[in-house]
Nanobody, 121 residues
């Protein structure tokens, strides 16, 4: 079974930094795209950042320049760091893994359960 285990959420002050990690198992890591989305009240569900198997990254405009997404291919873990946090970064963050469970399997998107991030002003 595919498992995405998230860690690192919590309450932080504006201007601080936060690091979220997600350990992924049950997929072919080598061919996966992994990253993070978030959902905030009154806002659309959006991509925050992701990283493909070859290291190509995508960032939301709102975090570009103050965020880094990385993957540890030895630990099958994706990490998101956001610096200079703003109240607008508040939301539930969901780890995402896009890939296959095995060679020949259809490509699917798998989600973590979500972790709350609250940035106080």
């Amino acid at each position: 079974q595919v498992q995405l285990v998230e860690s690192g959420g919590g309450l932080v002050q504006a201007g601080g930094s936060l690091s979220l990690s997600c350990a992924v198992s049950g997929i072919v890591w080598r061919y996966s795209t992994v990253g993070w989305h978030r959902q905030a009240p009154g806002k659309e569900f959006e991509l925050v950042a992701d990283i493909s198997s070859d290291g190509t990254t995508n960032y939301a405009t709102s975090v570009k320049g103050r965020s880094t997404v990385s993957r540890d291919n030895a630990k099958n873990t994706v990490t998101l760091q956001i610096d200079r946090l703003k109240p607008g970064d508040t939301g539930v963050y969901f780890c995402k893994a896009d890939g296959t469970r095995y060679l020949g399997d259809e490509r699917r998107v798998y989600w973590g359960q979500g972790t709350q991030v609250t940035v106080s002003s």
